[in-house]
């Protein structure tokens, strides 16, 4: 089975993809939302998928070994012990609904600048067809 089916496997409860040189993982990977046991130990993960903020049942997460993006490696912490792989789920968890949370926010904003900008041009249009019309007139008066 490849890596992209595992989002198919939505009752898993524990998974170790430790050791196997991943570079990233699917973007439908937080389909796995009763995942309670990552290890992503010793791979070559850079980025996690935003819908890591849907593993909302993840309790422990191992990400040691792992060259990430500075921000999320901040975030995950060590992971030396138990408490702190319990506090790298959380927190890692954490970060990606804050992160959505912006990511949606940021879209409905510019989806909202778009359609301000499609409204001006239509009214441009309008205001232009009807200056034609109005100089079209006044040519036929003139005639």
């Known amino acids: 089975m490849s890596l992209k089916n595992f989002s198919s496997l939505s009752h898993l ?3 170790d993809l430790s050791k ?3 570079r990233e993982l699917p973007e439908d990977f937080g389909n796995l939302v009763k995942l309670k ?4 130990y010793q791979n070559q993960l850079q980025h996690l998928p935003l819908s890591f903020s849907k593993l909302k049942d993840l309790k422990w997460l191992d990400l040691k070994d792992n060259p990430l993006v500075p921000t999320v490696a901040k975030v995950a912490g060590p992971c030396l012990d138990t408490k702190q792989c319990q506090s790298c789920a959380r927190d890692v968890v954490n970060f990606f609904v804050r992160l959505e949370k912006q990511v949606n926010s940021e879209l409905e904003s510019r989806n909202k600048t778009r359609q301000k900008q499609l409204e001006i041009n239509q009214q441009k249009k309008q205001e232009e067809k009807k200056g034609k019309k109005k100089e079209k007139q006044k040519q036929n008066r003139k005639l």
């Open 37 to 40: 046991y990552l290890d992503l």
């Open 20 to 22: 196997n040189e991943l």
């Open 13 to 15: 409860t524990k998974l």
